[in-house]
T-cell receptor, first 115, second 114 residues
């Protein structure tokens, strides 16, 4: 069965620090990969996605993620965080071309950016 | 107006009561989903529906049922609520084309079972 692991449960950074959130998945086939963000009190929003092609994916608000197939990883990065990036971040995976497109979510990483 | 609307936003109910959470969408998407979010557990899929005549169980369907009344409406019911169903519930939609379409989420329903 598919699973998604986010090893950082809670990250605290100062503004302008660099960010990297880890995401590893377990699935032997081709996958689609997503990062969602949930700002305080809001619903989840898509940050970026990877389907195929260039493994370095750029998303909104200066975020990017790199798909490393050999490591089953899809880590999220941002060179310089802002206070407004305080949110919970979820990595998710779906199987490509399967019978369903339901997403499997990781447990989330809560990011707190201190001004 | 929100594309995916959930009602109510908040609900407190007692153990044993029946409760229904509603979800409606104006996006014209075929696929609808119900997830619950618990601290430290992320989002887990309860039920999903690919069209009006298609209902499928997710990973944690026990204690829940759903109804897809129309393409735009997908309701989640707790027949007899229990305290460990206290959670934040999200409805989501996606287009019916392909398996790589991102989900569009509603604003969530915070349910507390006492």
């Amino acid at each position: 069965a598919q699973s998604v692991s986010q090893h950082n449960h809670h990250v605290i950074l100062s503004e302008a620090a660099s960010l990297e959130l880890g995401c590893n998945y377990s699935y032997g086939g081709t996958v689609n990969l997503f990062w969602y963000v949930q700002y305080p009190g809001q619903h989840l929003q898509l940050l970026l996605k990877y389907f195929s092609g260039d493994p370095l994916v750029k998303g909104i608000k200066g975020f990017e993620a790199e798909f490393i197939k050999s490591k089953f990883s899809f880590n999220l990065r941002k060179p310089s965080v802002q206070w407004s990036d305080t949110a919970e971040y979820f990595c998710a995976v779906s199987n490509y071309g399967g019978a369903t497109n339901k997403l499997i979510f990781g447990t989330g990483t809560l990011l707190a950016v201190q001004p | 107006d929100a594309d995916v609307t959930q009602t109510p936003r908040n609900r407190i109910t007692k153990t044993g009561k029946r409760i229904m959470l509603e979800c409606s969408q104006t996006k014209g998407h075929d696929r609808m989903y119900w997830y619950r979010q618990d601290p430290g557990l992320g989002l887990r899929l309860i039920y999903y529906s690919f069209d009006v005549k298609d209902i499928n169980k997710g990973e944690i369907s026990d204690g829940y049922s759903v109804s897809r009344q129309a393409q735009a409406k997908f309701s989640l019911s707790l027949e007899s609520a229990i305290p460990n169903q206290t959670a934040l519930y999200f409805c989501a939609t996606s287009p019916g084309t392909g398996n790589n379409s991102p989900l569009h989420f509603g604003n969530g329903t915070r349910l507390t079972v006492t």
